[in-house]
């Protein structure tokens, strides 16, 4: 029996999957914002899983990215070498938008009187200049403990080619401060860039002690219900870690939650025979878009917690993750000029939309789709939660049409609209800002508010085809248990391609080789095989950031120059739309992958095409705002394998409803996914 659980911004999901009769059992409770561990208690509660017989779980949670969004993390300090202080501090100083009176640089985590300098450096190449005065940092210690910091974040210059001085002060720190929280960054990241490296261990820091009592919480309490199996943290850059690595790294879990479904859609396109895909996942408070190419998910390795302008950088592998805020739970609102707004402010899980009757007051997305006809106020969540459709009907009316002075479905689908147009944002943002045609891509949508949007949205950006997963509001649950086991290390070997060392840089690889096998064995995770993948970090001279170039063990051992600079020509080529292949190139770091490949899950449908669909009608608005039409509602698990339907029609499941419009066609695939053809009717 295997496990995989979410904790989104308004619910928590599981899924649990039989492997011997195929069986998938599934919960979703609200999130418990004040005891995070308790929310996962009360799905397994609710599954009806027998804990004892579980072997797996995987578990993703937006915990560590909270913590940093809600500035809730630890009372940290910064150690860096002496005449570096200020460089977190300075950061970079680039301006997105110029125009922009309400601009601010990041604000640093710690405060300036809490960052310490300290005798010794390292030079770029490794050599010592100066050496560490122990003494210094003994005394040192007595003033962290006085200042009452529960974390330290060590981050000296050029690390990342010699990490003796992080290692001796971390371990000073550790015997004198054995409750305080350490990070170094050159266990974090052994690259250069100090204002991003700096950043990344601080974070680090920031959030390890919470993470690590909530972890440490979480293998209590579960054990406490009868597991005594496999618990594994999923990661940003699309694998899965063992718990004591992520404690010891927490920054590898800011963006755990969405990168399931990522997975898995990559997983349900292949399998369907497309292998261009754009994941959608709509949750409760955001909605995320990610370009999934040849059936390879897109990788940035880099991306920044709270927007490019004023967020904090975090520099490492995380899977390209474009996001919104637009959710279910998205308030709709007018603005001092009379504009109506959706998001980024969310109801959350509470005091939750108006329909929901838990004391939300402000009009949100679902309350929208409630007063349209088009969620079952009395279907929603299998009819376990039954919602108020005249409650949100009287909060639009009053803090919505009655202010712009038009009917409440109007309103209702105005906040549809808007925040369609939002969403298509972040799809443009993955696909034709990256120079990719949506055209040429297929629609893969989850989370519970996904399939309510996908259509709409696939016309918005002209997809011609939508794919709804089964379970699309627990789909990153699912995309968990689809994951496999993921390192990532980096060390930054600088110089021009032509002039590289390649036996030393087989040196470099080996040990970092020698480095991935020791924590692989030491994750103790069950895996069938473990593979290797190594990258080179190049860029024409001149340009400020690279491109990562795959190469073999044969490229790199026989010191194939040419092979490498004409694959990163073509790689620049696909990505920017011009190469240089006569310009001289450079090489800046080099990356290597370990990947231990996990036996994946074998999802069946279980329904014979004999099965006989079971329909019900009921009144939705449409393009009409004025005559709502008798739409058939479909339920989803009523439905056979190739059974086709065509819109206008919903489909209903357990947490979501897919909607389709005036044209669309969908058929029921062999293993239970809707692929809808997308028509050229209406608007949403």
Same mark, same amino acid.
């Given at each position: 029996?295997?496990? !995989?659980?979410?904790? %989104? ?10 492997? *011997? ?26 599954? !009806? ?17 909270? &913590? ?25 100083? /680039? ?13 640093? $985590? ?42 330290v974040a060590v981050c000296f210059l050029h690390s990342y080619a010699n990490p003796a001085h992080e290692e001796r002060v971390g371990k000073i720190i550790r015997s004198r401060l054995p409750n305080c929280y350490v990070s170094l960054s050159h266990e974090i990241l052994r690259a250069y860039r100090e ?33 005594? +199996? ?6 940003? /850059? ?21 990168? %399931? ?11 369907? %025979? ?20 040849? +059936? ?5 390795? #880099? ?24 959710? %279910? ?10 504009? $109506? ?22 009009? &949100?997305?679902? @309350? ?44 209702? *689908? ?20 990256? +120079?990719? @045609? ?26 011609? &085809? ?61 895996? &069938? ?23 073999? @063990? ?18 620049? *080529? ?12 450079? #090489? ?71 909607? $389709?419009?005036?044209? @669309? ?20």
């Amino acid at each position: 029996m295997l496990m !995989g659980v979410d904790i %989104g911004g308004t619910f928590t999901d599981l899924i649990g999957f039989d492997e *011997q009769t195929g069986q998938l059992l599934h919960a979703k409770r609200p999130t418990t914002y004040f005891d995070l561990v308790q929310g996962i208690v009360d799905c397994t509660a609710a599954s !009806g899983l027998d804990m004892g017989e579980v072997s797996q779980i995987v578990h993703g949670s937006t915990i560590a990215i909270n &913590t940093v969004i809600e500035e809730t993390g630890a009372r940290t300090a910064l150690i860096t070498t002496r005449g570096t202080r200020d460089i977190y501090r300075i950061g970079r100083g /680039n301006r997105p938008d110029a125009y922009d009176f309400f601009f601010h640089r990041p604000r640093p $985590l710690v405060p300036r009187h809490l960052t310490f300098e300290v005798t010794g450096r390292m030079l770029a190449n490794g050599d010592e200049w100066t050496p560490i005065d122990e003494g210094e940092i003994e005394a040192l210690c007595e003033t962290l403990s006085a200042q009452k910091v529960e974390a330290v974040a060590v981050c000296f210059l050029h690390s990342y080619a010699n990490p003796a001085h992080e290692e001796r002060v971390g371990k000073i720190i550790r015997s004198r401060l054995p409750n305080c929280y350490v990070s170094l960054s050159h266990e974090i990241l052994r690259a250069y860039r100090e204002y991003e490296r700096t950043s990344t261990t601080v974070l680090n820091a920031y959030v390890g002690p919470k993470v690590s009592r909530y972890i440490n919480e979480l293998s209590s309490k579960m054990s406490g219900i009868g597991f005594a +199996g496999h618990f594994s943290i999923m990661q940003s /850059n699309g694998g899965v870690m063992a718990p004591e690595m992520a404690a010891k790294r927490p920054v590898n879990m800011m963006e755990s939650g969405p990168v %399931g479904g990522i997975i898995a859609s990559a997983e349900i396109g292949r399998s369907l %025979g497309y292998t261009n895909v754009i994941a959608f996942d709509m949750g409760g408070t955001t909605a995320k878009a990610s370009l999934i190419r040849a +059936g390879d998910v897109m990788m940035s390795e #880099m991306y920044y917690i709270g927007g490019y302008a004023s967020g904090h950088p975090v520099m490492i592998p995380v899977v390209d993750v474009v996001e919104v805020g637009t959710g %279910g739970g998205s308030i709709a609102w007018i603005d001092e000029v009379g504009t $109506l707004r959706v998001g980024p402010q969310s109801a959350g899980a509470d005091p939750a939309p108006i329909c929901y009757g838990k004391g939300g007051s402000e009009p &949100t997305f679902t @309350d929208a789709f409630v007063v349209l006809g088009r969620v079952g106020a009395q279907d929603f969540l299998g009819g376990d939660l039954k919602l108020d459709e005249l409650a949100a009907i009287q909060g639009i009316q009053h803090k919505l049409a009655d202010v712009l002075h038009i009917g409440v479905y109007q309103a209702a *689908q105005a906040v549809i609209q808007i925040a369609i147009n939002n969403m298509s944002l972040a799809v443009r943002q993955v696909s034709v800002e990256k +120079g990719y @045609d949506p055209r040429e891509f297929a629609l893969v949508a989850s989370g519970g508010a996904g399939p309510l949007s996908a259509l709409a949205i696939a016309r918005e950006l002209h997809i011609p &085809t939508v794919i709804i997963p089964r379970f699309p509001a627990h789909f990153s649950a699912i995309g968990m248990l689809l994951t496999d086991e993921k390192h990532d290390f980096v060390r930054t070997y600088y110089g021009a391609l032509e002039d590289i060392d390649f036996e030393q840089l087989v040196q470099v690889h080996d040990d970092m080789l020698a480095e991935a096998r020791a924590v692989v064995q030491s994750e103790s995770m069950t895996t &069938t095989t473990v593979v290797y993948q190594t990258c080179l970090d190049v860029r024409y001279v001149g340009q400020e950031f690279t491109l990562s170039v795959p190469v073999s @063990d044969e490229q790199l051992r026989q010191a194939r120059i040419q092979e490498i600079h004409d694959a990163f020509d073509n790689i620049h *080529q696909q990505r920017f739309g011009h190469q240089a292949p006569h310009e001289p190139v450079e #090489m800046v770091n080099i990356r290597l992958t370990a990947i231990g490949v996990r036996n994946k899950p074998k999802f069946q449908l279980g329904r014979s095409e004999d099965c006989l669909p079971h329909v019900s009608y009921r009144k939705v608005f449409f393009e009409d705002a004025e005559k709502p039409i008798d739409c058939p509602v479909y339920e989803r698990d009523s439905l056979p394998p190739n059974y086709v339907l065509a819109g206008p029609a919903l489909v209903q499941e357990y947490a979501s409803t897919t909607v $389709l419009y005036q044209g @669309d066609t969908c058929t029921v695939s062999q293993t239970g996914e809707l692929v809808i053809s997308v028509g050229g009717g209406q608007d949403a």
